[in-house]
C-alpha cells in the first residue's frame, strides 16, 4: 500500500511526491504519460513578478523548481530593478526539454518513490477520509492520504475555432471521469479556460525587425544553494519584442464571430490578467497595438513563442493574423494556439493545509484549485505534499501566514476567498511585501523546510551562518566611520552634507543615489556581495521595516484569534443574513480569515468577536 498518492505529474504532482517520498513516506505518482513529466505545457519560462518570489520560497522550503530551472535556463534576467527591492522578481527561460527530462530524472531517482503511467478514475472514501484510487484499467491502490494535481485535464477541452478535441493538452488525453467521482463523493465542481498561442519556426521569423531583449550579464539564479561563482547558465541567448497593429485587430475583428470564446461554445471564465489575444482587442479598443514577445522555447528546437498572443481562433485565421506582426510576415505556424476548458474544485471547500473539509486525507494542488502558473501549482503542491506527510506522521500542518510568505497570501486567498477565474499570483496581493522579498526568503522560511526533513543540516546551517554574517555586516556598517573626501564617488555635492566630511557608512547609504557599491572600506571587504547587498536593503529600509514589522504585529492579534469549530452563526444576532451564509459556507479558522471573506464586513466580525469573547466568559 502506498501511504501517500500523488495524481498527476505536473508541477504539482512533482513537487507533491518528492515532498512526501523524501519526509520517508512510501509514494505513488500516478500520471497519465510517463513522456510529459513536468511537461512546460505553455510558456518556457519559469519566475517573473510575484511568481519569482514563489520560486524562492519554494526553494527555501526545500522543493526543487528552483535547482531544475538554475541548471536548463537559456535566459536568465530580474525584472523592476528600476523599483524598490521589495518587487524585483527573478525570471528564466528555459530550455522546456531539458527543465522536464531533469525533473523526470530527479523523481525517477528518489527513494520511497514509484511512479506509474495510469489515469485515476475514482476515490474510494472509508470512515469519511481517503481509503483507494482505482485507475481506469480497474487496479485499486490503497492509500491513507492523496494529494490530486490534474492540471487541465479534468474532463479537459480543447478548442480551435469550430474544432473540438478531448484533452488536458493538444494532442493527450483527457481525465472524463475523476470529476464524477469528486462530485459523487459531495465535492462541489465548477469550469475554468486558459490558452496558449502559437509556435512558429525561428528559421522564418526577420528578427531585424524586432528588438531584441538580452539576459543579464550576470545571472541572478533561483536556488539559494546554486554556486553562483561557478555557474554558468545552460544558454545565454535573447528574446525580442514584436507589436500587432492595426491590420491583426482588424482581421480579429472579421472573424470575432469565429471565435468560441464569443460564439457561446466556450462556457469556462478564463483569466482576467492572461487574456486571449482577440479579448484584448475587444476589452482594450482604444489600443492601437499590443506588445507581443517571441521566446525561445530551448537550444535544440526551432520552436519559438509568442508571448501575450493566445487565442482559440480558427487556424486559417491564426496564420493571416500571425503574418501581420513585423518580422513574422512569412511565419511559418507549428502549433495552433488554443483554448482549454476544464474542471476545477472551488477552493473555499479546502483547509488552509489543503485538505478537503469534507474528506480527510484528501488534498488538492495547482489549478484544480482554480489557479493559472507553473509557480502557483508548484508551491501548493509542495505545501500539500508536506501536509499529507504530517498527516500521517500525526504532526501539525505545515500553514504558512500571509506576513511570512506569499506562498501563505496564496493559499490564504483561495481557501478564504476562492476564485471564479483563474489566479494569478500578484506583489500586489501581499500586504507585507517589504517584509517578504525574494532575497531573504531563506531566513524567512527555511526552518520550516529543515523541521519537516526536506533542508539537510548543512544546508540548514549555512542559512544560519549567512543571517549571522548580515547581522554582523549590519553593525560594521553601522559603526564604521570613513571619510568621503578620500572617495572620489562620495563628494560633498552629491551627498550635501555640509561642513561634515565623516560619516557612518549607514548614514551614506540611507541616501537612495548611495549604494553599496560606491563604498570602498576594508572592514567591508570580508563580507561577501549577497551578505551586503541584504544589509543594504535592510539599512535603506530601515524605517519602513520598522512600521511594516509593526503592521504585522496588530494584524497578527486579529489573525490568531481561533474561531471554535463548533460555532453556529445563525445563532448570532447582529450578523447580517449574507455574512452568515458566506461564514457556514467557508467555515474560516481565524478572525482574520472571516474578515476576509467576501461579505463578511468590519461590523459583521465586531459582532462575532463579542460573541466567542462571551461564550468563553460563560
Known amino acids: 500500500?502506498?501511504?501517500?498518492?500523488?495524481?498527476?505529474?505536473?508541477?504539482?504532482?512533482?513537487?507533491?511526491?518528492?515532498?512526501?517520498?523524501?519526509?520517508?513516506?512510501?509514494?505513488?505518482?500516478?500520471?497519465?504519460?510517463?513522456?510529459?513529466?513536468?511537461?512546460?505545457?505553455c510558456n518556457p519560462a519559469i519566475g517573473g513578478l510575484a511568481k519569482g518570489h514563489l520560486v524562492r520560497e519554494i526553494d527555501a522550503l526545500g522543493g526543487e523548481m528552483g535547482r531544475v530551472i538554475d541548471t536548463t535556463g537559456i535566459h536568465f534576467k530580474m525584472l523592476n530593478r528600476s523599483k524598490g527591492a521589495a518587487v524585483w522578481a527573478p525570471r528564466a527561460q528555459a530550455d522546456k526539454k531539458a527543465y522536464q527530462f531533469k525533473m523526470k530524472e530527479i523523481l525517477e531517482g528518489t527513494g520511497n518513490l514509484e511512479i506509474i503511467q495510469d489515469i485515476a478514475k475514482e476515490l474510494e472514501v472509508r470512515n469519511g477520509?481517503?481509503?483507494?484510487?482505482?485507475?481506469?484499467?480497474?487496479?485499486?491502490?490503497?492509500?491513507?492520504?492523496?494529494?490530486?494535481?490534474?492540471?487541465?485535464?479534468?474532463?479537459?477541452?480543447?478548442?480551435?475555432?469550430?474544432?473540438?478535441?478531448k484533452a488536458g493538452r493538444l494532442a493527450d488525453f483527457s481525465s472524463e471521469y475523476l470529476s464524477r467521482s469528486l462530485m459523487d463523493l459531495g465535492l462541489e465542481v465548477k469550469r475554468l479556460k486558459t490558452g496558449t498561442p502559437q509556435r512558429i519556426n525561428s528559421d522564418s521569423i526577420d528578427f531585424s525587425k524586432c528588438e531584441p531583449q538580452y539576459p543579464d550579464e550576470d545571472p541572478m539564479y533561483f536556488s539559494f544553494s546554486t554556486d553562483r561563482k561557478n555557474t554558468k547558465p545552460l544558454g545565454n541567448i535573447p528574446c525580442w519584442i514584436t507589436y500587432t497593429n492595426e491590420n491583426t485587430h482588424s482581421i480579429i475583428k472579421n472573424n470575432i464571430h469565429r471565435s468560441p470564446l464569443y460564439g457561446g461554445a466556450i462556457k469556462g471564465v478564463g483569466p482576467r490578467y492572461c487574456p486571449s489575444i482577440e479579448d484584448k482587442v475587444v476589452r482594450f479598443a482604444d489600443k492601437n497595438r499590443h506588445q507581443i514577445f517571441l521566446e525561445p522555447e530551448g537550444l535544440h528546437t526551432k520552436e519559438i513563442y509568442i508571448n501575450g498572443f493566445s487565442s482559440s481562433l480558427p487556424e486559417d485565421v491564426q496564420i493571416e493574423m500571425v503574418r501581420t506582426l513585423p518580422g513574422l510576415e512569412n511565419a511559418q505556424v507549428m502549433r495552433p494556439a488554443y483554448a482549454v476548458e476544464y474542471d476545477?474544485?472551488?477552493?473555499?471547500?479546502?483547509?488552509?493545509?489543503?485538505?478537503?473539509?469534507?474528506?480527510?486525507?484528501?488534498?488538492?494542488?495547482?489549478?484544480?484549485?482554480?489557479?493559472?502558473?507553473?509557480?502557483?501549482?508548484?508551491?501548493q503542491g509542495l505545501i500539500a505534499g508536506i501536509n499529507a506527510a504530517k498527516k500521517i506522521k500525526a504532526q501539525d500542518p505545515l500553514i504558512l501566514k500571509r506576513t511570512e510568505a506569499y506562498i501563505g497570501v496564496l493559499i490564504d486567498d483561495l481557501v478564504t476567498k476562492g476564485t471564479e477565474e483563474p489566479y494569478r499570483m500578484f506583489t500586489s496581493r501581499a500586504e507585507h511585501r517589504l517584509l517578504l522579498r525574494q532575497d531573504n526568503a531563506d531566513i524567512r522560511l527555511s526552518k520550516y523546510g529543515y523541521e519537516a526533513g526536506l533542508i539537510s543540516d548543512k544546508c540548514y546551517e549555512k542559512v544560519t551562518m549567512k543571517y549571522m554574517s548580515i547581522s554582523d555586516a549590519l553593525e560594521?556598517?553601522?559603526?564604521?566611520?570613513?571619510?568621503?573626501?578620500?572617495?572620489?564617488?562620495?563628494?560633498?555635492?552629491?551627498l550635501k552634507v555640509g561642513q561634515s566630511k565623516k560619516l557612518t557608512v549607514e548614514k551614506i547609504l540611507k541616501r537612495p543615489e548611495i549604494s553599496i557599491a560606491d563604498i570602498h572600506n576594508d572592514n567591508l571587504l570580508k563580507y561577501e556581495d549577497e551578505i551586503l547587498a541584504v544589509a543594504e536593503l535592510e539599512i535603506k529600509y530601515e524605517g519602513y521595516i520598522k512600521k511594516e514589522n509593526e503592521r504585522v504585529l496588530h494584524f497578527e492579534n486579529k489573525e490568531n484569534r481561533i474561531i471554535p469549530d463548533n460555532i453556529d452563526y445563525t445563532s448570532i444576532k447582529g450578523i447580517k443574513r449574507e455574512a452568515v451564509d458566506k461564514l457556514v459556507k467557508n467555515k474560516p479558522h481565524?478572525?482574520?480569515?472571516?474578515?476576509?471573506?467576501?461579505?463578511?464586513?468590519?461590523?459583521?466580525?465586531?459582532?462575532?468577536?463579542?460573541h466567542i469573547e462571551n461564550t468563553k466568559k460563560d
Not at 601 to 610: F, W
Request: glycine share 10%.
Open 1 to 41: 500500500m502506498a501511504e501517500v498518492i500523488v495524481i498527476g505529474s505536473g508541477h504539482a504532482g512533482a513537487e507533491a511526491a518528492l515532498a512526501s517520498a523524501r519526509m520517508g513516506l512510501h509514494t505513488l505518482l500516478i500520471t497519465g504519460n510517463l513522456d510529459t513529466i513536468s511537461q512546460m505545457s
Open 129 to 165: 477520509s481517503i481509503s483507494a484510487v482505482v485507475t481506469e484499467r480497474g487496479i485499486r491502490h490503497e492509500t491513507k492520504a492523496c494529494v490530486i494535481c490534474t492540471g487541465t485535464f479534468l474532463k479537459g477541452l480543447i478548442h480551435i475555432g469550430e474544432y473540438q478535441q
Open 344 to 379: 476545477f474544485v472551488p477552493p473555499t471547500q479546502l483547509h488552509p493545509s489543503l485538505e478537503t473539509k469534507l474528506i480527510g486525507g484528501l488534498f488538492m494542488a495547482g489549478q484544480i484549485n482554480g489557479t493559472s502558473g507553473y509557480e502557483e501549482a508548484a508551491a
Open 476 to 494: 560594521t556598517i553601522r559603526n564604521t566611520i570613513i571619510d568621503i573626501s578620500d572617495i572620489p564617488a562620495l563628494n560633498s555635492e552629491k
Open 590 to 610: 481565524t478572525i482574520g480569515q472571516a474578515s476576509r471573506i467576501s461579505g463578511v464586513d468590519p461590523a459583521d466580525v465586531s459582532v462575532l468577536l463579542i
